[in-house]
């Protein structure tokens, strides 16, 4: 199993990113996809949710500014973050909690890309 977080990067407060993630050896479509953040002297906290039925869940802190969706044709889940700021710096973490075909259940975990939101 691959996952593969990309599209991290600096930006000013106020600006937008988009964070995909790419989840490969997965049955993919019927995977609950999350992304997580864990701040600098911080736990990881939990972001935003999408199940496999596309029903979605946000962490109160970034409601109405993070929305999180998924294509189920390319494997990969996108994070859009709006209206960004400096509290929002963090390594983004992807997270799949899915099946391999003949196997239990697992989560799956990217290497995260660093958002850096400036002041």
């Known amino acids: 199993v691959q996952v593969v977080e990309s599209g991290g990067g600096l930006v000013q407060a106020g600006g937008s990113l988009r964070l995909s993630c790419e989840a490969t050896?997965?049955?993919?479509?019927?995977?609950?996809m999350n992304w997580y953040r864990r701040a600098p002297g911080k736990a990881r906290d939990l972001v935003a949710v999408?199940?496999?039925?596309?029903?979605?869940d946000y962490a109160d802190s970034v409601k109405g500014r993070f929305t999180i969706s998924r294509d189920n044709a390319k494997n990969t889940v996108y994070l859009h973050m709006a209206s960004l700021a400096p509290d929002d710096t963090a390594v983004y973490y992807c997270?799949?909690?899915?099946?391999?075909?003949?196997?239990?259940?697992?989560?799956?975990w990217g290497q995260g890309t660093q958002v850096t939101v400036s002041s």
């Open positions: 050896g997965i049955m993919f479509s019927v995977a609950t």
């Open positions: 997270n799949a909690r899915g099946r391999r075909p003949g196997f239990a259940p697992g989560d799956y």
């Open positions: 999408i199940t496999s039925g596309g029903t979605t």
